[in-house]
């Protein structure tokens, strides 16, 4: 049943799911709180049959008020990122969103070739719905898809209230990442290029047949050091309290440094008894995809079987890659890290 334009605005569990571009609207679609909480990504394919609320106009979308408490976790994939966005969902203290689709529509709209107004429009509208608070007092917290790295400027320029926090695996994980989980990686990272390449996003020094010629985890490589060089650059202009950063593997070693740490950079207010419980909870203690017991323990001997059977080719690239930062003034390690080695 179609609910009232006031209704679905003023209720944040209807997610606004979709920018419906032909009637410049949003659409929205029923997830209650629980649902997030047991649902990976917000895409129709975690998310199944969903009731729909109806579209409203983004003119609509535009009067929320823009000044809510958000926070946006970027991130390089493949780093935990979902397990950081659950731990850090507490009622009463904050609610994450992981990977909302309309942020990717905004995307879709900038490669598209939108006017440049209207992506920024857009996205105004995206960030105000998605910043609405499920509770009295509570933050949001935004994980986009890392399709939206290269607009990470636009969203805090658009909430300056916002705080942002890129959370990475090291290259050498990132890696051995994208080599243990086979063929489909290895095409999604090319399909990541593709599109940051589209973005004007490589900033390497490399021609288009320079990257015709990369290996795959070349490739992997090349997507890491752009995302690392655009966070650097971005958080130098902004300053450590809008923008910092946090190593994967660090966080995953000692989650509870990790948990107070993200909770601090993004304004929540934890004491110790919840720092605690959260880091020995489920967002740490079970896979964050399927929901099965998964300890750091299981994790590491994932990624020591995966390294001894791939090392030749990881240990080359990482050889390369550190070359290509070096000429490119690219650093390994994220701007302003929330937790020292």
Request: hydrophobic content about 50%.
């Amino acid at each position: 049943m179609a609910q009232t334009s006031a209704a679905l605005l003023n209720d944040p569990e209807w997610l606004a799911h979709r920018l419906v571009e032909g009637t410049d609207a949003a659409r929205f679609v029923r997830v209650p709180r629980a649902r997030h909480g047991a649902t990976p990504f917000l895409t129709d394919a975690d998310l199944g049959a969903t009731e729909i609320g109806g579209d409203v106009a983004l003119h609509d979308c535009l009067a929320l008020p823009g000044d809510a408490t958000l926070g946006l976790l970027f991130h390089s994939a493949f780093c935990g990122s979902t397990m950081l966005v659950r731990a850090l969902d507490r009622p009463g203290a904050a609610m994450g969103l992981s990977e909302p689709v309309i942020l990717n529509d905004v995307v879709g709209m900038r490669r598209r070739g939108a006017d440049p107004r209207a992506v920024a429009r857009a996205a105004d509208a995206a960030t105000r719905l998605l910043a609405r608070p499920f509770g009295a007092g509570e933050a949001v917290i935004v994980k986009p898809s890392n399709v939206i790295n290269p607009l990470a400027e636009l969203l805090l320029a658009l909430r300056p209230q916002a705080r942002g926090l890129f959370l990475y695996a090291p290259l050498e994980t990132f890696l051995i990442s994208v080599a243990r989980k086979g063929l489909w990686c290895r095409l999604w990272v090319r399909e990541l290029l593709e599109g940051q390449l589209r973005d004007g996003f490589i900033q390497l020094g490399f021609t288009p047949e320079d990257l015709f010629r990369q290996t795959d985890l070349q490739v992997a490589a090349t997507g890491w050091l752009a995302q690392h060089l655009h966070f650097a650059r971005l958080a130098e202009k902004l300053g450590p309290q809008r923008l910092r950063s946090l190593d994967a593997d660090r966080m995953t070693a000692r989650p509870a440094e990790a948990v107070a740490a993200a909770a601090a950079q993004f304004g929540l207010t934890l004491d110790a008894g919840a720092v605690a419980e959260i880091a020995s909870g489920p967002a740490f203690t079970r896979h964050s995809k399927s929901g099965a017991a998964f300890t750091p323990e299981d994790r590491r001997a994932e990624y020591a079987q995966a390294r001894a059977a791939y090392g030749d080719e990881i240990d080359k690239v990482l050889e390369w890659a550190k070359a290509v930062a070096d000429s490119a003034g690219a650093a390994m390690e994220g701007p302003f890290p929330l937790l020292q080695a």
